[in-house]
Structure formats: structure tokens, C-alpha cells
């Protein structure tokens, strides 16, 4: 037959089928096991469907530093520090993604740029991996899909009811109305009843939450969900200042050395009998800093760091009261 094949101008494997994949042989499983394949298929089809291609394919558990969150930062409400809780909850999202789905009601809050959506798109993407399904929304795009929402077509109104992990993003930066709490609740309510997780994130604080939406929908995301706080420096603001420094080399080392900086230019100002105290200050700062050894002293963010003097000249005049003032 293949002689036949050849000379017919065809080529001698013609009638046998060429498989993309030999394993499964295309037909997806192996025995009664889904293939490899058809789980990377399955895959494939969750990312394109979740909205998470929309960012960087960078933000990971992996790739998730706390290095970004300084020791000094801490929660009068709760004395903890910014690094502990974000910990806390990357190790609790990862066992959880793996074991119980349904447990990750997580609500992040906190000022711009301290991580909120790059935590959640960490959860979104290790979920993704193992087949489950995500949607990613902004507020604005979840409440748009909401009031354009056409029964011959709900589609999208299925797929926010019903994928495995939703993720509502930017919380309060939609106009706020009767329609949009009304369809807020319904949409937290209907999900926390069908046992379906769900990320909220926002820039709002607690109060700020009570006083924008319904006394109800504060009080379901208060008594169900996870809250997390997440506060410190713009960590967009410190990759940028960074990647001009540094040149983006070694991210996470430069983060240690920068967090353990000065806010500011140190200065010791002396007042009149207690020069001598001030100098022992001054001279041990002095050494200190100058033993102090890091590859970027030459750097801008460095200027200044190392002195050979740190007292500043100033003159405290005494009052009349006894108080001294500058």
C-alpha cells in the first residue's frame, strides 16, 4: 500500500493519522483519566474567559514580595506590622486554592498601590492552573454588564453567578445608586449562599464602606468575609523609583536596603548643656554609617546617608517662661 501511496505521489505515512496529541491519541483521556492535554486545553480556555490576560503574567505567589512592606508601618488598631498579615494570607490562599475553594471570601482594603490586585491576581492565577474557573471584573465593568444585561444573552450574567472564583476589583470607583447596591448585594448574597468564593478589593476603609453602600451589603461583607488590611508605601511608586536607580536589577534586594533608610536627612540639633551628649550621638552615627557596607552608596538614594557631621548649626533661643523653642 505504501508503494501505491508513493507512486500516486502522496507520501508512504499518508493513511496513517498524525496525532497533536500521541498520548491520549486526541481523544482527551487516558483510560478514565483526562490527558494532559485536555487539562492544559481546559486551561487555556479558563484564562482567555477570566479577563486576567489583561495583566501581567508576572503576578504570582512567586513573584510575591513582602519586601514591599516595611516592619516600620504598623496598625494602631491591631499593633501589627504591614508584613505580617499580607504572610499571613498568601500562605492561607495557597492551601486553600489546593484543598477548599469555597473559603476564599477574602475583602482587601487599603490605600493605592499597597498590592490589593496583584494579591488577588496571585490567587486568580494558581487557581487558573489547577482548572478552576476565575472572572476578573473591575466595579465598573461588573455594574456595566449589569445594567446591559439582555435575557436572549445572559451569558455573562451566568458566568458572574456561577465561576468558581470572582473577583470584583476597585470596589467604589462605579457610581454608587440604588441600582448598583441593590445588584452588589444580590451578587454577594447570591454567591455567598451558593457556597462560590469571592475577592473584593477596594481603596475605601471600613467607615468609608458603611457610608457608600446599604447597612445590609456592609453587613454581609463584615460577618462573611476575610478582611484584610493592607497598608505602607505606593509599591508602584517604589518599582519606578527603583527601576531608575537601580536600573531594575535585583528588585528585592535593593527593597531591603531602601525600606532601612531614613525618611529623611538625619540632623542633630543640640541644645545649650548638652553639647557634649550631642557629640557622642554625632560621632557614633558617624562611624556607624560610614561602616555600614552596601553596593549602592554612590547611588542618589543614598545621598546624604553618610556624613562626616550631622549636627545641625542653629541657635535656641531661651524665653522668659523657661520654655525653649526653635
Known amino acids: 500500500m505504501s508503494g501505491l501511496l508513493v507512486q500516486a505521489g502522496f507520501p508512504k505515512d499518508y493513511l496513517t493519522p498524525h496525532y497533536v496529541c500521541p498520548k491520549c491519541k ?83 482594603y487599603g490605600d493605592t498601590g499597597v498590592g490589593k490586585t496583584f494579591l488577588s491576581n496571585c490567587i486568580a492565577r494558581a487557581l487558573l492552573d489547577n482548572a478552576h474557573s476565575v472572572l476578573y471584573m473591575s466595579a465598573i465593568e461588573l ?85 484584610l488590611k493592607l497598608y505602607g508605601d505606593d509599591i508602584r511608586f517604589i518599582k519606578k523609583e527603583i527601576t531608575h536607580y537601580y536600573g531594575g536589577a535585583s528588585l528585592c534586594n535593593c527593597m531591603k536596603t531602601i525600606l532601612k533608610l531614613s525618611v529623611g536627612s538625619l540632623g542633630l540639633i543640640t541644645l545649650k548643656g548638652c553639647e557634649a551628649l550631642g557629640a557622642k550621638i554625632n560621632d557614633y552615627i558617624v562611624d556607624w554609617r560610614n561602616e555600614r557596607e552596601n553596593e549602592h552608596k554612590t547611588t542618589i538614594a543614598f545621598s546624604g546617608y553618610q556624613r562626616d557631621n550631622y549636627i545641625v548649626k542653629t541657635s535656641v533661643p531661651r524665653f522668659g517662661s523657661g520654655g525653649q523653642r526653635v
Not at 499593633?79 to 486554592?97: D, Q, T, W
Not at 445572559?154 to 470596589?171: A, N, P, R, T
Request: aromatic share 14%; hydrophobic share 35%; net charge negative.
Open 26 to 108: 486526541d481523544t482527551g483521556y487516558i483510560g478514565n483519566e483526562k490527558c494532559s492535554c485536555f487539562i492544559q486545553a481546559s486551561i487555556d480556555l479558563l484564562y482567555r474567559e477570566s479577563n486576567i490576560t489583561r495583566y501581567s503574567s508576572n503576578e504570582t505567589f512567586d513573584n510575591f514580595s513582602l519586601d514591599f512592606y516595611s516592619t516600620e508601618f504598623t496598625d494602631p488598631s491591631t499593633g501589627l506590622n504591614s508584613v505580617i498579615m499580607p504572610k499571613a494570607y498568601c500562605l492561607n490562599a495557597r492551601i486553600l486554592y489546593s484543598i477548599f475553594l469555597p473559603e476564599i471570601i477574602y475583602f482587601f
Open 143 to 227: 455594574f456595566d454588564s449589569f445594567s446591559a444585561y439582555n435575557e436572549d444573552d445572559g451569558g455573562m450574567q451566568s458566568q458572574i453567578e456561577e465561576c468558581e472564583l470572582l473577583i470584583i476589583d476597585d470596589l467604589g470607583t462605579e457610581l454608587s445608586n440604588t441600582f448598583t447596591n441593590s445588584k452588589l448585594f444580590h451578587c454577594i448574597n447570591s454567591r455567598l449562599l451558593g457556597g462560590r468564593s469571592t475577592i473584593i478589593s477596594t481603596n475605601f476603609a471600613l467607615n468609608e464602606l458603611m457610608d457608600a453602600y446599604s447597612e445590609r451589603i456592609f453587613s454581609r461583607i463584615s460577618s462573611s468575609y476575610k478582611l
